[in-house]
């Protein structure tokens, strides 16, 4: 009974010193691009949410499909109601793992390969890319850029306005990370 | 063989906390997320697509720096004395046709011109309209219904009659006013169900003798989406009259009031929104359908009907100096 007791004390020491570790970004910022020769089109959301475990390298992003922002409001609207689906999926969620062994309490600037699984209008693919992390006295700031090809996640345009979306956008992220106050 | 079996549990039960303390981690990660998700009352868009129904308006507006330029086409009668298969099927009469422009001031605010034929002996219409987007419905039902504002002033270019029984003789400038307030409830129940209700204020400066110069009445309209693009429109106007003016007006010129039902199918298509709809209401103009509507589904007295409107944005795409690799 003794070592059960000891095993549980060890588990949840483990645990809580895990949770201190963890580093959250809670204005990270995502845009993507679509260009055609007809039209540029670009989206940016400040409101997506990140965590990042650097002992474990886990990282996950998360964003509210309707917090992104069009320059034509017309445009916002008809992303939400006929591409991105936003009531039947209303985030879009990034989780994945820093493939490279970096040891992200030292100051420095890394270039890293992170990869994982994206979940866009409810279709799951596997990604890669290489993303920048600097690390400053426990603050991280990361930035990444990647291609999605709509297609890929079942988002359907239109033939009348196929012209207008291009088949792949890019999309940007940039989140700063502070450490979790407990 | 008890101490074995104690090992055994120890074991297992080791290995259980190890479970435990592994998906701890990986929900753990997850909550943080939640946790750190910014919390507000999210607004309901796109109720509806257009900032009309058939014949009413909906609780959406313009927004800031866009211009709606929007045509409607009432035909005349399908059926009934005046259709059939020589004026093929009321192709061959427009009972009105409205042109108008509407441009977002701001996000909430629209203002608007019309120009519109007028289906009465009241013709030759310009409307000026304001449309106020008040509240919107929020997705966690702090606000659980949208209301917006609508007003509008019609001026009839129509020359002024000399009978004087006509509702038509117009004395001055003033008496070819007439004015519609509207408050718009709607709400949108699901993806695929939003519908309004509209309390409706409807004065017109002159009438003919004992036509009520003001009028109440109540509009509800829904839209339900077939496809994403596509959806099924239908609205109602029930006005409240007043019992002997009514008979006094039906009698004098044999006539009868109904009450306006369209219905339509409406088409989207990124930028235009397109509606092909029946309705028994000959005019177009809030003014005029309310009060005026002397045409009824039961005798053959519906129409063919389309709008076609076209949103142009005058915002300022946005520098795209943050993507140099652009090519």
Same mark, same amino acid.
């Given at each position: 009974?003794?070592?059960?007791?000891?095993?549980? =004390?060890?588990?949840?020491?483990?645990?809580?010193?895990?949770?201190?570790?963890?580093?959250?970004?809670?204005?990270?910022?995502?845009?993507?691009?679509?260009?055609?020769?007809?039209?540029?089109?670009?989206?940016?959301?400040?409101?997506?949410?990140?965590?990042?475990?650097?002992?474990?390298?886990?990282?996950?992003?998360?964003?509210?499909?309707?917090?992104?922002?069009?320059?034509?409001?017309?445009?916002?609207?008809?992303?939400?109601?006929?591409?991105?689906? !936003?009531?039947?999926?209303?985030?879009?969620?990034?989780?994945?793992?820093?493939?490279?062994?970096?040891?992200?309490?030292?100051?420095?600037?890394?270039?890293?390969?992170?990869?994982?699984?994206?979940?866009?209008?409810?279709?799951?693919?596997?990604?890669?890319?290489?993303?920048?992390?600097?690390?400053?006295?426990?603050?991280?700031?990361?930035?990444?850029?990647?291609?999605?090809?709509?297609?890929?996640?079942?988002?359907?345009?239109?033939?009348?306005?196929?012209?207008?979306?291009?088949?792949? /956008?890019?999309?940007?992220?940039?989140?700063?990370?502070?450490?979790?106050?407990? | 063989?008890?101490?074995?079996?104690?090992?055994?549990?120890?074991?297992?039960?080791? /290995?259980?906390?190890?479970?435990?303390?592994?998906?701890?981690?990986?929900?753990?990660?997850?909550?943080?997320?939640?946790?750190?998700?910014?919390?507000?009352?999210?607004?309901?868009?796109?109720?509806?697509?257009?900032?009309?129904?058939?014949?009413?308006?909906?609780?959406?507006?313009?927004?800031?720096?866009?211009?709606?330029?929007?045509?409607?086409?009432?035909?005349?009668?399908?059926? @009934? !004395?005046? @259709?059939?298969?020589?004026?093929?099927?009321?192709?061959?009469?427009?009972?009105?046709?409205?042109?108008?422009?509407?441009?977002?001031?701001?996000?909430?605010?629209?203002?608007?011109?019309?120009?519109?034929? @007028?289906?009465?002996?009241?013709?030759?219409?310009?409307?000026?309209?304001?449309?106020?987007?008040?509240?919107?419905?929020?997705?966690?039902?702090?606000?659980?219904?949208?209301?917006?504002?609508?007003?509008?002033?019609?001026?009839?270019?129509?020359?002024?009659?000399?009978?004087?029984?006509?509702?038509?003789?117009?004395?001055?400038?003033?008496?070819?006013?007439?004015?519609?307030?509207?408050?718009?409830?709607?709400?949108?129940?699901?993806?695929?169900?939003?519908?309004?209700?509209?309390?409706?204020?409807?004065?017109?400066?002159?009438?003919?003798?004992?036509?009520?110069?003001?009028?109440?009445?109540?509009?509800?309209?829904?839209?339900?989406?077939?496809?994403?693009?596509?959806?099924?429109?239908?609205? =109602?106007?029930?006005?409240?009259?007043?019992?002997?003016?009514?008979?006094?007006?039906?009698?004098?010129?044999?006539?009868?009031?109904?009450?306006?039902? +369209?219905?339509?199918?409406?088409?989207?298509? @990124?930028?235009?929104?397109?509606?092909?709809?029946?309705?028994?209401?000959?005019?177009?103009?809030?003014?005029?359908?309310?009060?005026?509507?002397?045409?009824?589904?039961?005798? +053959?007295?519906?129409?063919?009907?389309?709008?076609? !409107?076209?949103?142009?944005?005058?915002?300022?795409?946005?520098?795209?100096?943050?993507?140099?690799?652009?090519?």
């Amino acid at each position: 009974m003794k070592k059960l007791l000891f095993i549980l =004390y060890a588990t949840l020491i483990g645990y809580s010193a895990q949770a201190q570790g963890i580093l959250i970004s809670r204005n990270a910022s995502l845009s993507f691009f679509s260009s055609t020769p007809v039209e540029d089109i670009e989206a940016k959301s400040n409101q997506a949410t990140s965590v990042l475990d650097p002992k474990t390298r886990d990282i996950i992003f998360k964003v509210s499909n309707t917090t992104f922002e069009f320059p034509k409001k017309l445009m916002q609207e008809h992303f939400n109601e006929e591409y991105i689906e !936003s009531d039947k999926f209303p985030y879009s969620e990034f989780k994945g793992k820093i493939k490279d062994e970096v040891d992200l309490s030292k100051n420095g600037t890394y270039t890293v390969t992170v990869a994982g699984t994206l979940n866009l209008h409810g279709v799951t693919k596997p990604y890669e890319t290489k993303a920048t992390l600097i690390v400053n006295n426990g603050s991280i700031s990361a930035k990444a850029t990647f291609r999605v090809k709509i297609a890929d996640h079942d988002i359907k345009v239109p033939s009348i306005v196929f012209k207008h979306i291009a088949e792949s /956008v890019d999309v940007r992220v940039a989140a700063d990370y502070q450490p979790k106050k407990s | 063989m008890k101490k074995q079996l104690t090992s055994v549990k120890n074991i297992v039960l080791l /290995v259980l906390l190890l479970f435990t303390l592994k998906s701890f981690g990986q929900t753990d990660l997850e909550k943080e997320l939640d946790n750190a998700k910014p919390k507000g009352h999210e607004k309901v868009k796109s109720t509806f697509k257009s900032t009309k129904l058939v014949n009413g308006q909906t609780n959406e507006t313009i927004y800031k720096n866009e211009l709606d330029f929007r045509v409607d086409h009432r035909f005349g009668d399908i059926a @009934g !004395s005046n @259709g059939g298969i020589r004026p093929f099927f009321g192709l061959d009469n427009a009972s009105d046709v409205r042109i108008g422009f509407q441009y977002g001031l701001s996000d909430r605010l629209t203002v608007g011109f019309a120009r519109d034929k @007028g289906a009465t002996d009241v013709r030759q219409l310009y409307e000026l309209n304001l449309k106020y987007r008040l509240l919107e419905q929020t997705t966690d039902n702090y606000i659980p219904f949208a209301v917006t504002l609508f007003g509008s002033a019609t001026a009839a270019g129509v020359q002024a009659s000399t009978d004087l029984t006509s509702d038509i003789a117009y004395t001055d400038f003033n008496s070819r006013l007439n004015y519609v307030s509207q408050i718009i409830f709607a709400r949108k129940f699901s993806p695929s169900l939003s519908v309004t209700l509209t309390p409706t204020y409807v004065h017109r400066n002159f009438t003919a003798f004992r036509d009520q110069n003001d009028l109440f009445a109540m509009g509800a309209g829904a839209r339900a989406k077939l496809t994403n693009h596509m959806s099924l429109i239908v609205d =109602y106007f029930l006005s409240f009259r007043n019992s002997g003016d009514k008979d006094y007006i039906q009698q004098l010129n044999g006539t009868k009031f109904y009450n306006p039902l +369209g219905v339509g199918l409406e088409i989207e298509t @990124g930028g235009h929104v397109f509606d092909i709809n029946f309705t028994n209401a000959t005019a177009i103009d809030e003014m005029q359908f309310i009060p005026s509507t002397t045409t009824s589904w039961l005798k +053959g007295q519906y129409r063919w009907g389309f709008s076609i !409107s076209r949103r142009f944005s005058f915002n300022k795409d946005k520098k795209k100096d943050q993507y140099p690799e652009k090519k």
